[in-house]
C-alpha cells in the first residue's frame, strides 16, 4: 500500500466487525448534555491504533490527525462503534480512517454516522524507537474464537485506572462491562429502559491484561412477562506481534423492563 488518497468515508456502518463499540457514561458528558468530543477523540486514537498495531504486529505511537469531524453529537444511552480500515503503509507509519456510528433510541432503534477521521500511526520497538512495518501477515489470530450466535456488543481496551494492585484488570470492571454489555440485547428486546435485577452466575475463567483488546458478545436466552436474560461471553485478543484469543468470563444476568418513572412494565405491552 502506499500513501493515503483523500478521506473517502462511508456514510452507513460496513458489515465487518468494529474496531471497539461502547456505551458512553454521563461521566462522559460535556455542560451541555453530550458526549464530551475529547471522549469521541480519546476513543478514535485508542479505534485507530488497534489495527495499525495489528497491521505492524508491534506497539505504535500515534504520529497525526489528519483529519477530524464531528457530524453529529453523541447521547448518553448510544451504543458507539468505532471502524477502522489501514489505509497506507509507509516505512514506519500506518494511516487508518476511522468513522464512527451512533445507535440510538431503543424503542425504535436508528443508527447515525456521528463522526470521521484519519489518522497516522508510527510502529515503535520495545524501547520506543521507531522500526520498519513488516510484510502483512495474512493468518488470523490464533486461539479460541467466539460464539457466531453471540452479538459482539462491546468491544473496549481496559486503561491503566482499570487495574488491581496486581496488575490486572479488576474484577469489579469486568463485571460492570458485562452489565452494560447484556443490557444492550435486552434494552433492543424491552424497547425500553432495563434494570439489573439479578447476576445467576458470574465465573472469572482468566485474568485480563492491559493491552488486550476485551469483546463481550452476548445473546438474549429467556424472554419472560417483564424480565430479559442473557448470556454473555468476553474474549481477549493479546499479544499483537502474535496475536492470540482467550475466553475470559462468561455470565447470565437478568434484567426487567421498566417504564420512566422505573416500574417493570410487560415486555410487547406499547
Ligand atoms: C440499569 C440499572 O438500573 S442497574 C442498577 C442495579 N439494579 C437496580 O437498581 C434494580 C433494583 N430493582 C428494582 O428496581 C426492582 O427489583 C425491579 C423494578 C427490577 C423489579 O421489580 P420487582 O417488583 O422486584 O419484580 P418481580 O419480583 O416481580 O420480578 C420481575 C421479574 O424479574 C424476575 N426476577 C426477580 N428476581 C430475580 C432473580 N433473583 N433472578 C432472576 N430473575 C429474577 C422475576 O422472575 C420476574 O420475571 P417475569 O416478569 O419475566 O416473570
Known amino acids: 500500500m502506499t500513501a493515503a488518497s483523500s478521506p473517502s468515508f462511508p456514510t452507513t456502518p460496513p458489515a465487518t466487525e468494529p474496531a471497539l463499540r461502547l456505551m458512553p457514561m454521563p461521566a462522559d458528558l460535556n455542560s451541555a448534555g453530550d458526549v464530551f ?12 491504533a488497534l489495527p495499525a498495531i495489528r497491521r505492524a504486529r508491534s506497539h505504535v505511537v500515534t504520529m497525526a490527525v489528519n483529519s477530524f469531524v464531528f457530524k453529529q453529537p453523541i447521547s448518553v444511552g448510544d451504543v458507539v462503534s468505532f471502524h477502522a480500515d489501514v489505509v497506507a503503509v509507509g516505512k514506519s507509519s500506518i494511516t487508518v480512517d476511522v468513522h464512527v456510528f ?17 489518522m497516522t500511526y508510527v ?25 457466531a450466535d453471540k452479538e459482539l456488543v462491546l468491544r473496549v481496551v481496559p486503561m491503566p485506572a482499570d487495574l488491581n494492585p496486581s496488575g490486572d484488570v479488576f474484577g469489579g470492571w469486568i463485571m460492570s462491562m458485562v452489565d452494560i454489555a447484556g443490557a444492550v440485547p435486552a434494552i433492543r428486546v424491552a424497547r425500553s429502559k432495563v434494570a439489573t435485577v439479578a447476576v445467576d452466575s458470574f465465573v472469572f475463567k482468566q485474568p485480563v491484561s492491559m493491552g488486550d483488546i476485551v469483546s463481550f458478545h452476548a445473546e438474549v436466552v429467556r424472554v419472560g412477562r417483564t424480565s430479559i436474560t442473557v448470556d454473555v461471553e468476553v474474549y481477549a ?16 444476568l437478568t434484567y426487567v423492563a421498566v417504564d420512566e418513572f422505573r416500574t417493570k412494565r410487560t415486555i410487547g405491552a406499547g
Open 123 to 147: 510502529a515503535v520497538d520495545r524501547e520506543g524507537c521507531k522500526r520498519v512495518v513488516g510484510p502483512e501477515s495474512t493468518s488470523p489470530p490464533g486461539g479460541e474464537r467466539p460464539p
Open 102 to 118: 451512533a445507535e440510538r433510541h431503543p424503542a425504535d432503534p436508528v443508527v447515525v454516522k456521528v463522526t470521521e477521521a484519519r
Open 237 to 252: 485478543e493479546r499479544h499483537p506481534e502474535d496475536p492470540v484469543v482467550v475466553k475470559v468470563t462468561e455470565a447470565r
Open 37 to 48: 468530543g475529547g471522549w469521541v477523540m480519546a476513543m478514535v486514537d485508542i479505534a485507530g
